[in-house]
């Protein structure tokens, strides 16, 4: 498919919060996409230091520049319903694309048109992972991925490209703070369950580790929490109930547990060893 021969509008959301060192690199890399055809929203949750005057440089290129404080889910949402794209993409202020990231990502997308969304390669910069790809780690799949997405989440939040009309089917984001640092998880797992998503290895980002993160500052075992109740709600919205989502809480309580006794919570340990325990003979029960 030629990229060429489509003018599909593609909102970029950039949600910003003290990165004055990053911003600019990051803005610059979707300035440079080779598809022409793209919106660009940063979206400034409450910054400090001299973020926005290091935006301000941009405002006759972006298109929206709007302040919206709240968790990420709220904040990319806030993003989303000013968005005029057919498609949606997200970027986070320290990281940044390869030129033709989005020219690779629109070119899947048109070549299998019953598609919902498209991810890309991911690679990491700084800290012990320097270089590595996540799909190093997490193979990627592509097609109807949800029972592959089940057992471990592979799709990183960029670069990504998702039909507006699929994101406004499954409302967005999930901006219940319980679901904190698995939102994303969550958002990929109810696009999967009735849509294909495609990989697209070519598309290529980079995402700098940084030990200030929200995601590194949650402990382990309140990581595993959270994607409990994602893999908790996502059963009860879709009654899937079978073995394999089982196994996946099963394991997810027998690590809280594990978690939970390097941190001496003891009751969590006691809690969530029951729990595991519970999933592991439902898991046997259903396998039959």
């Known amino acids: 498919m030629n990229v060429s021969k489509t003018n599909d509008l593609v909102s970029i959301i950039i949600p910003v919060y003290n990165s004055e060192d990053t911003i600019c690199q990051c ?6 996409q080779t598809y022409l055809h793209k919106e660009i929203i940063v979206i400034d949750d409450g910054s400090t230091d001299k973020t926005a005057e290091k935006i301000k440089k941009y405002n006759n290129i972006i298109i929206k520049t709007i302040t919206h404080t709240g968790n ?18 997200f970027i986070d202020a320290d990281d940044f694309w390869n030129n033709n990231v989005l020219e690779k990502m ?22 012990k992972m320097n270089g590595i790809s996540v799909h190093q780690a997490r193979t990627p799949h ?8 089940l057992k471990i989440n592979f799709i990183p939040m960029h670069p990504c490209i998702i039909k507006k009309e699929i994101i406004n089917k499954i409302e967005g984001f999930d901006e219940d703070p319980c679901l904190s640092v698995s939102e994303d998880y969550d958002f990929w797992l ?7 998503i495609l ?5 290529v980002g980079y995402y700098r580790i940084k030990e200030s993160s929200r995601f590194n500052k949650t402990k382990l075992s309140d990581r595993n929490k959270s994607t409990l109740k994602v893999i908790k709600k996502i059963n009860r919205i879709y009654s899937i109930d079978n073995a394999s989502i089982n196994k996946k809480m099963a394991v997810i309580c027998i690590t809280i547990a ?19 325990a519970y999933y592991l003979l439902k898991y046997f029960i259903k396998r039959k």
Not at 27 to 32: A, C, D, G, H, K
Not at 106 to 127: F, N, R, T
Not at 262 to 267: G, I, L, M, V
């Open 27 to 32: 803005i610059e890399s979707v300035l440079r």
């Open 72 to 89: 990420p889910a709220s904040v990319r949402n806030s993003g989303i319903k000013i968005s005029t794209g057919k498609y949606i993409s």
């Open 106 to 127: 629109i070119e899947k997308i048109l070549s299998e048109k019953d598609s919902s969304a498209v991810y890309g390669d991911l690679i990491y910069i700084g800290g």
């Open 142 to 149: 592509s097609g109807k991925i949800f029972d592959n997405l």
């Open 190 to 196: 109810r696009i999967s369950y009735s849509g294909k």
């Open 199 to 203: 990989y697209c290895p070519d598309a």
């Open 258 to 276: 594990k978690n939970s006794f390097a941190e001496k919570n003891f009751y969590d340990l006691f809690i969530y060893s029951i729990y595991g």
